[in-house]
């Protein structure tokens, strides 16, 4: 074990927003054991704090699925993936034709755009401030590295199912919200693990040497690249059956579980 990438949302943070004492004690633990360790979330740069505040994490952070590496230490952007307008444009109408009165987003490097009636009835914690407006062209001047498709019914899966095979031709598309019919969309080819795979080669680690966690299907591609890719056993169902391994439940936290388990066998080696 050289690296530990692991999700944040419902794999070490829970909806209160919180990271438990021990799992922040089982990172700090592997760092000081010399073992790399870098989040692969589907958040944007924005929305860091959890990591920053709870961990103290100052390393990289992939975010967006995998369209943007972070520095969080320096608080800059070290590379992206983005999509351009004409992407967005005709996958839009696409998504139009095949769902029942879908709102869009963009999250692009300089902010998060939102047309009128994509939140609903409220604004989520955390994009309060944010604005909406009718979207266009211009807003691909910031680099847009995230598209973001809801309906106010239904779930992601079923989502997913109606506009997948129609768009995954263009446009990277996964989820990663439990209750919501989100779908999150990126550069086409881009995703957590060929991000990971990226910053791992850099540092000449392998594959074999990753320890990898996640919760949802963003998770997948990154549990099947890792070494040993532990789906949370509170996790989404397609995130259980692609990965080898199982970690306990969130609620039991169980990444801290794992790392210790395992930072235990490299002492005892």
């Given at each position: 074990?050289?690296?530990?990438?692991?999700?944040?949302?419902?794999?070490?943070?829970?909806?209160?927003g919180?990271?438990?004492?021990?799992?922040?004690?089982?990172?700090?633990?592997?760092?000081?054991?010399?073992?790399?360790?870098?989040?692969v979330?589907?958040?944007?740069?924005?929305?860091?704090?959890?990591?920053?505040?709870q961990?103290?994490?100052k390393g990289?952070?992939?975010?967006s699925?995998?369209?943007?590496?972070?520095?969080?230490?320096?608080?800059k952007v070290?590379?992206?993936?983005?999509?351009?307008?004409?992407?967005?444009?005709?996958?839009?109408?696409?998504?139009?034709d095949?769902?029942?009165?879908?709102?869009?987003?963009?999250?692009?490097?300089?902010?998060?755009?939102?047309?009128?009636?994509?939140?609903?009835?409220?604004?989520?914690?955390?994009?309060?401030?944010?604005?909406?407006?009718?979207?266009?062209?211009?807003?691909?001047?910031?680099?847009?590295?995230?598209?973001?498709?809801?309906l106010?019914?239904?779930?992601?899966?079923?989502?997913?199912?109606?506009?997948?095979?129609?768009?995954?031709?263009?446009i990277?598309?996964?989820?990663?919200?439990?209750?919501?019919?989100l779908?999150?969309?990126?550069?086409?080819?881009?995703n957590?693990?060929?991000?990971?795979?990226?910053y791992?080669?850099?540092?000449?680690?392998?594959?074999?040497?990753?320890v990898?966690?996640?919760?949802?299907?963003?998770?997948?591609?990154?549990?099947g690249?890792a070494?040993?890719?532990?789906?949370?056993a509170?996790g989404?169902?397609?995130?259980?059956?692609?990965?080898?391994?199982r970690?306990?439940?969130?609620?039991?936290?169980?990444?801290?579980?794992?790392?210790?388990?395992?930072?235990?066998?490299?002492?005892l080696?």
């Amino acid at each position: 074990m050289r690296l530990i990438a692991s999700d944040i949302d419902g794999t070490i943070l829970g909806h209160d927003g919180k990271i438990s004492t021990r799992t922040v004690e089982a990172f700090a633990a592997a760092a000081q054991a010399g073992i790399d360790v870098v989040f692969v979330t589907g958040r944007p740069p924005r929305w860091l704090d959890p990591i920053r505040e709870q961990i103290g994490h100052k390393g990289t952070v992939i975010c967006s699925n995998g369209a943007v590496s972070y520095d969080l230490g320096h608080e800059k952007v070290l590379d992206s993936h983005v999509l351009s307008w004409e992407t967005v444009h005709e996958v839009r109408h696409i998504i139009s034709d095949l769902a029942p009165e879908p709102y869009f987003a963009l999250e692009s490097l300089t902010g998060f755009h939102v047309e009128r009636g994509f939140f609903g009835s409220r604004a989520p914690a955390g994009a309060a401030d944010v604005v909406p407006a009718v979207l266009t062209r211009d807003m691909a001047d910031g680099g847009i590295v995230k598209m973001l498709a809801v309906l106010h019914s239904g779930n992601a899966d079923e989502f997913l199912q109606l506009v997948g095979p129609s768009v995954g031709s263009l446009i990277a598309v996964t989820h990663s919200a439990p209750d919501l019919a989100l779908l999150e969309m990126g550069p086409h080819g881009v995703n957590k693990a060929v991000t990971l795979a990226q910053y791992a080669a850099a540092r000449g680690i392998d594959a074999a040497d990753v320890v990898a966690f996640g919760d949802m299907p963003n998770d997948i591609e990154m549990l099947g690249w890792a070494g040993a890719g532990y789906a949370m056993a509170s996790g989404h169902p397609e995130a259980l059956a692609a990965a080898a391994l199982r970690a306990p439940a969130f609620e039991a936290d169980g990444v801290a579980q794992v790392i210790e388990s395992r930072l235990a066998a490299l002492h005892l080696a």
